[in-house]
C-alpha cells in the first residue's frame, strides 16, 4: 500500500478482539462495544505482551490518536442488522473459573451459574444495557495488547491488563504497527476467557 499510495500516512486496523472486563469513562466494557487505541500514560496505543517463545517485546507505536472520536455513544439504527446475542445470553464467569469442553457451549457444559460475576454489582445498568444492544455502538478509548497467542485465560487476562492497563487483546497490531502507524479498532467478542465461543 505504501509503496502504491504514497500520501498515505496512517491506516485503521479494523477486526475484533478479546474485551477486559473492566470500567471505562464510557462505563463497563462488553460483548459488542469497540476499543479503540489511544495513548495513554507511559504506552502508545497498542502494546505488544508476548512472543511464542516468551520473551517480552517493548511497546510498539501507534501514532495516530482517537482525539477525533470523544463520544462515547453512538446511536446508530444500523446497528440492530448485526444480531447481538442479548445481555441475558452473555455470562462472564470468575477469572479462575476454567470452561471444562471448548467445543461445547457453557450450557453444554453445565458451567457452574454460581461462579458468573454480576456486572450489576460491578455499577452495571441493565436498562442502559438493553439500549446498547437495540441502539448504540459504546465506544472505549486506551491500551490494545497485542499477543502472538489467542487469550484464554481469566487470570492471566486481568494480570496483563493490570500491568498495561490494557482493554483488549488481539493478535494482528504488533506485526502491522511496526511497519505502518494505525489506529486500532476492536469490535468486542469474548471476555478473553476459556469460555469465549464462536457464536
Known sequence: MKNNFHQLHFGLLVGIGRGVPTRTDAGLIRLGHVV???????HSGAVQYDHADGRRSPKISSRPTSGAYKAHRH???RAT???HPGVDSVDLYEPD???SDRDASCKECGCDLSRRVDRGAEG???E?????????IVVHRGTITAGEKVMRNGVERDRLAQEYGALCFEMEAAGALN??????????????NSHKNDK
Open 36 to 42: 479503540v487505541s489511544e495513548p495513554t500514560g507511559q
Open 75 to 77: 446511536h446508530d439504527p
Open 124 to 126: 452495571g445498568d441493565e
Open 81 to 83: 442488522i448485526l444480531r
Open 97 to 99: 473459573y476454567v470452561h
Open 128 to 136: 442502559q444495557d438493553a439500549q446498547d444492544v437495540d441502539e448504540c
Open 179 to 192: 511497519d505502518f502507524p494505525c489506529m486500532v479498532i476492536r469490535g468486542i467478542s469474548d471476555y478473553s
